[in-house]
């Protein structure tokens, strides 16, 4: 069992940079592949980026890639995602999620789920 916590969210502007973290209980954060996904009013939960319980594989939407950075420091057992020169359509709640060894894109491939944290960007 994993319990994810996010936090770093709040109102940034178009262009400036934010970092997200989610922190996880448990000692076998490791061998976790973990997930960030997010969910914009009245659209679906998208896939952002995910990394591989070592951190030495990244996946990311096309939509972010070259401005989001996800990463991971497993003694911290804690994922980050560094967004650089975010877009008001980056305007969502932002989800950690958490799998068994290998990462997917949709977020049925994940197990366990923080509660979120609001990221507003401003034009």
């Known amino acids: 069992q994993v319990q994810l916590v996010e936090s770093g969210g709040g109102l940034v502007q178009a262009g400036d940079s934010l970092k997200l973290s989610c922190a996880a209980s448990g000692r076998t954060f490791s061998t976790y592949a973990m997930g960030w996904f997010r969910q914009a009013p009245g659209k679906d939960r998208e896939f952002v980026a995910a990394?591989?319980?070592?951190?030495?594989?990244?996946y990311y939407v096309d939509s972010v890639k070259g401005r989001f950075t996800i990463s991971r420091d497993n003694a911290k057992n804690t994922v980050y995602l560094q967004m650089n020169d975010p877009k008001p359509e980056d305007t969502a709640v932002y989800y950690c999620?958490?799998?068994?060894?290998?990462?997917?894109?949709?977020?049925?491939?994940?197990?366990?789920w923080g509660q979120g944290t609001q990221v507003t960007v401003s034009s």
């Open positions: 999620a958490a799998r068994r060894v290998t990462f997917g894109t949709h977020s049925n491939d994940y197990n366990f």
């Open positions: 990394i591989s319980p070592s951190g030495i594989t990244t």
